[in-house]
Nanobody, 116 residues
């Protein structure tokens, strides 16, 4: 059973940066695509970014293009989301999801708050 744990969230001022981590245990992430999602209060969960199992393909929501970067280190069984130029509207709980062959596993989420 794959277990995902997000970390790196916190309170940051507008324009600041955070790096989120999604660490896996119980299985290797080598064969999983990984997505980052976020959910703000009163809103539906939305996709932020995803990366293929090899890391060769990435995608971003229009709202974060040019500011966020997804990457993975399969040797560390970890996926990252570097978030720069953060805006108040980026405030949300951020979740990672691993998916492969019809299976999906979610982490518990990490809170990101962008406020002055």
């Amino acid at each position: 059973q794959l277990l995902l744990v997000e970390s790196g969230g916190g309170l940051v001022q507008p324009g600041g940066s955070l790096r989120l981590s999604c660490a896996a245990s119980g299985d290797t992430l080598d064969y999983y695509g990984i997505g980052w999602f976020r959910q703000a209060p009163g809103k539906e969960r939305e996709a932020v970014s995803c990366i293929s199992s090899s890391g060769g393909s990435t995608n971003y929501a229009d709202s974060v293009k040019g500011r966020f970067t997804i990457s993975r280190d399969n040797a560390k069984n970890t996926v990252y989301l570097q978030m720069n130029s953060l805006k108040p509207e980026d405030t949300a709980v951020y979740y990672c999801k691993a998916y492969a062959a019809g299976r999906g596993y979610w982490g518990q989420g990490t809170q990101v708050t962008v406020s002055s």
